[in-house]
């Protein structure tokens, strides 16, 4: 029996070769379905995740039909292709694969490269989305922008999240060189909103929309006000914010979230959707692994955020703070880390920018062959804080609720699991086992 998610994942088929003509002819051989669809658009270094979820929520509020297409999957394959906040059911991903593997067939025959992975899901999505009527995708980039392979698409609104260092060997050494290439996805004439950011990257998401004759809009960072304050309503964890004097409350709960939801916003008022559903889609807006908090059956709070690059280490660092003073009303906390990473990640900017936080690291090397190795880890996050090899993810964690449980009647503990996504799944599956 054929199996979608094996044939997609096939090993050859993993590989990072951008460009825009595979997925183009594979498509074309499927009868364009993106172009009967419109499309908000989202590249960026770090926040783009959280942006889709915030617009998928604010457009569904509204009544709109949704899509949203994000990477990569938290703990199951199919909640990348996403309808109405619904994965893609087996049957639709299967019959739906089985077109494009004929298409991709062709294409590799004609061109004598076989689409990658990230191609043949992206046609999968469109297609699945053409199926569904939707009436509007938000759609990720997957890597970059000018040359990865959602950018095959026109959208309604291009919008591009704080722009960082990552993915250096493949975008740039700087970020005016990895700001070009998110820009790539900006089209003529075609709205363009952006979060406040370096100059740097500024300036370069400003050239090129003028180029192409594009309204800009940048978020105004001096209008939005956050409250430090976590509210606390029944299971609910909460924080206030303000945007251009309007007043709204969002559960995720990291510093960046507000941010991220002023982007959300301006894009949703360049589609036209009323305040009120944007209040709406604000408030119930869920996101997966991103400062994500775990409190059922525990010794003490375990947090979970995606946190894999200098900038998101430094995001986190100031999370952590304002919710332990939230929490802990500024008394001292004890924080254990639970971190594992890839070794093509910067490490030692990332333990630069939260390491001093820290009280105690257990590291363990993710499941992916990309992982960076413990001894390695271990000798860069012991120049921080004391450091504990585990055999896995899970065990990690075990380890320091251990460490939490033992210490008795110290009660200001925090756990925070950070620095691989691969691992956020299996840490969360573990937690839920907890909680039950």
């Not at 070769?17 to 658009?41: A, D, M, Q, Y």
């Not at 992206?122 to 759609?139: K, L």
């Not at 990895?178 to 990257?201: C, D, L, R, W, Y």
């Amino acid at each position: 029996m054929f199996n979608a998610i094996e044939y997609i994942n096939e090993p050859r088929w993993q590989k990072v070769s951008l460009g825009l003509g595979r997925i183009t002819r594979l498509l074309e051989l499927l009868g364009n379905p993106h172009e009967r669809l419109k499309f908000v658009h989202v590249a960026g270094t770090n926040g783009k995740g959280s942006v889709c979820a915030y617009l998928e929520s604010i457009l569904r509020a509204a009544g709109y039909k949704t899509g949203l297409f994000t990477s990569p999957y938290i703990e199951r394959f199919e909640e990348r292709i996403r309808v109405n906040n619904k994965n893609i059911d087996t049957e639709s991903l299967t019959a739906i694969t089985l077109r494009v593997k004929e298409a991709a067939e062709i294409v590799e025959q004609e061109t004598g490269e076989h689409p990658t992975e990230f191609e043949l899901m992206t046609a999968v999505a469109f297609s699945y989305f053409e199926q569904c009527n939707c009436d509007i995708v938000v759609c990720e980039v997957g890597l970059g922008g000018r040359l990865d392979s959602t950018n095959a698409i026109t959208p309604e609104v291009s919008v591009i999240t704080k722009i960082g260092l990552d993915h250096t060997a493949m975008l740039g050494n700087t970020l005016a060189e990895i700001a070009g290439e998110k820009a790539g996805i900006i089209k003529p004439e075609t709205p363009v909103v952006v979060a406040n950011q370096s100059s740097e990257a500024l300036d370069v998401v400003k050239s090129v929309a003028a180029k192409n004759g594009c309204n800009l809009v940048i978020t105004d960072t001096e209008s939005l006000q956050v409250d430090d304050d976590i509210s606390v309503a029944g299971d609910v964890l909460a924080r206030d914010f303000a945007y251009k004097g309007n007043t709204y409350m969002t559960q995720l709960l990291g510093d960046y979230q507000p941010q991220n939801a002023a982007v959300a916003i301006e894009v949703a008022a360049q589609l036209g959707v009323p305040d009120e559903k944007i209040f709406e889609g604000i408030y119930f807006t869920k996101w997966v692994g991103r400062f994500e908090v775990f409190t059922e059956n525990l010794p003490c709070p375990v947090i979970i955020d995606g946190a894999h690059n200098p900038d998101g280490a430094a995001a986190l660092k100031h999370s952590l703070q304002t919710f332990s003073n939230s929490l802990f009303a500024s008394q001292p906390v004890n924080i254990i880390a639970v971190f594992g990473v890839l070794k093509d990640k910067d490490v030692p900017g990332i333990l630069q920018n939260v390491g001093d936080l820290i009280d105690e690291f257990v590291i363990y090397e993710p499941a992916n062959p990309r992982k960076m190795d413990a001894d390695d880890l271990q000798k860069l996050a012991e120049v921080y804080a004391p450091t504990r090899i585990a055999s896995d993810a899970t065990s990690a964690l075990e380890i320091a609720i251990e460490k939490v449980q033992d210490a008795g009647d110290y009660s200001q503990n925090l756990i925070v699991c950070f620095g691989s996504l691969y691992s956020i799944g299996d840490l969360r599956m573990h937690l839920m086992e907890l909680a039950a």
